[in-house]
């Protein structure tokens, strides 16, 4: 593992133990060459994941983006990091238990607002609101109208 004060490729494992969901190995690494600490995060991946976004473009799936799509949307709001954490680390399990190599955006915007819908009401309307290219107070209206009636029909999107 590469050292990311020095770049030194020599760096030692100095502890291991797993996350509270088992989901992933935490290790606290040391350089050999500068003495930087640092931990990294070891995670089964089950294949490599490629996203189609809406103009048809493919990219790699990339963790770290979702999450931090998901606490874009959880700013300063109180939930607790072990249940955003879970709730990423399903939507990834689900994404690679489709059985597709290819995910599209739509399946991913999808499974975030399932999830935080059950995690967080605020952040839920955050995510949906760019998620569903809000453009207008009405639409908020609309989605909440739909949210308080226990449905989350789609939005018109002709204007």
């Known amino acids: 593992m590469r050292c990311p004060y020095c ?14 969901d088992s989901g992933a190995i935490r290790r606290r690494r040391v350089c050999n060459a500068c003495g930087g600490r640092f931990t990294t995060f070891e995670r089964v991946q089950l294949r490599d994941l490629t996203v ?6 493919k990219v790699p799936f990339d963790r770290e983006k979702l999450a931090r799509s998901v606490n874009t949307a959880l700013r300063k709001r109180s939930v607790e990091p072990e249940r955003v954490e879970r709730m990423i680390s399903g939507i990834v399990r689900q994404l690679e238990s489709l059985g597709e190599v290819e995910v599209t955006s739509d399946q991913i915007g999808e499974y975030v607002m399932e999830g935080l819908k059950g995690l967080d009401d605020v952040a839920f309307v955050r995510f949906a ?8 107070a009405d639409d908020f209206r609309s989605f909440l109208s ?11 999107d002709e204007d």
Do not use: H, I, M, W
């Not at 770049?7 to 509270?20: F, L, Y």
């Not at 189609?52 to 473009?57: H, L």
């Not at 609101?129 to 207008?136: D, L, Q, T």
């Open 7 to 20: 770049g030194n490729d020599d760096t030692q494992v100095k502890d291991s133990r797993p996350t509270e």
């Open 52 to 57: 189609v976004k809406k103009t048809g473009r």
């Open 129 to 136: 609101s760019v998620y569903k290219n809000f453009s207008a």
């Open 146 to 156: 739909a949210l308080a009636e226990n449905t989350t029909a789609p939005l018109d």
